[in-house]
């Protein structure tokens, strides 16, 4: 709410600014096209960012591509010990997506599957 109102706020300088007698110069001009501009890309860039993780926690399409609701990768130890994490996470998604592949390959030919 309140970067809706800063937008507000610089939209009616900018307004006010080009509607004076005395026209702003370039330079001034450029600067609160920049400035409004900057704050109007940010705010589209935070709506949609906002959009797309309530997508991925709320849409079980986004969350069945890292592995059917595997966990995701998560570390905050130091660089050896997260690339060590990092290993062994890939390694158990790794094993469940063969897990995953052989259920379905022994649903679709189960003359293949394995007792």
């Known amino acids: 709410m309140n970067k809706i109102l800063t937008v507000g ?3 009616l300088t900018l307004a006010s600014c080009l509607a004076t007698p005395v026209q702003a110069g370039d330079q ?3 600067i609160l096209y920049g400035v409004l501009g900057t704050v109007i890309i940010s705010e589209i ?3 949609r960012r906002h959009r797309n993780d309530h997508n991925y926690r709320h849409n079980p399409y986004y969350r069945s591509h890292n592995g059917g609701g595997f966990p995701p990768f998560r570390c905050s130890g130091n660089e050896v010990r997260c690339a ?3 290993g062994v996470w ?3 998604l790794q094993e469940r997506h063969d897990a995953k592949s052989r259920a ?3 649903g679709r030919h189960p003359e293949r599957c394995q007792p």
Do not use: H, N
Request: aromatic share 12%; proline share 0%.
């Open 28 to 30: 001034e001009r450029g």
């Open 84 to 86: 060590y994490e990092r």
């Open 45 to 47: 860039a935070e709506s």
């Open 9 to 11: 706020a610089l939209a």
């Open 104 to 106: 379905y390959q022994c």
């Open 90 to 92: 890939e390694r158990e």
